[in-house]
Nanobody, 125 residues
Framework: QVQLVESGGGSVQAGGSLRLSCAASGRTFSYAMGWFRQALGKEREFVAAISRNGGGKYYVDSVKGRFTISRDNAKNTVYLQMNSLKPEDTAVYYC???????????????????WGQGTQVTVSS
């Protein structure tokens, strides 16, 4: 069983930056990892994903050029660096792990096997 714990959320003004971390309890170096977010009253949305070796990275169009996903397999940790934050980035951000690890990391929530509890990001204008 893998447990994921997100941290690093908070409140910032538009244009600011935050770095989210997702620490895994198990050995997730062979897992694809993703970040999703869910704004109040909206469906959970794909944000970014990274392949198990870190070679493949994928982003939703709205965050390209502003967010960067990375991973440190030695620390079982995945990061989401968020720059130039906008009010529309406000949401609860979730980390997820997909255990097969083969092929490009998935961009659909139902393809992930493990989820963290989420961390709130609030961006004020």
């Amino acid at each position: 069983q893998v447990q994921l714990v997100e941290s690093g959320g908070g409140s910032v003004q538009a244009g600011g930056s935050l770095r989210l971390s997702c620490a895994a309890s198990g050995r997730t170096f062979s897992y694809a990892m993703g970040w999703f977010r869910q704004a109040l009253g909206k469906e959970r949305e794909f944000v970014a994903a990274i392949s198990r070796n870190g070679g493949g990275k994928y982003y939703v169009d709205s965050v390209k050029g502003r967010f960067t996903i990375s991973r440190d397999n030695a620390k079982n940790t995945v990061y989401l660096q968020m720059n130039s934050l906008k009010p529309e980035d406000t949401a609860v951000y979730y980390c997820a792990a997909e255990r097969s690890g083969f092929g490009p990391p998935p961009q659909r929530a139902h393809e992930y096997d493990y989820w963290g509890q989420g961390t709130q990001v609030t961006v004020s204008s």
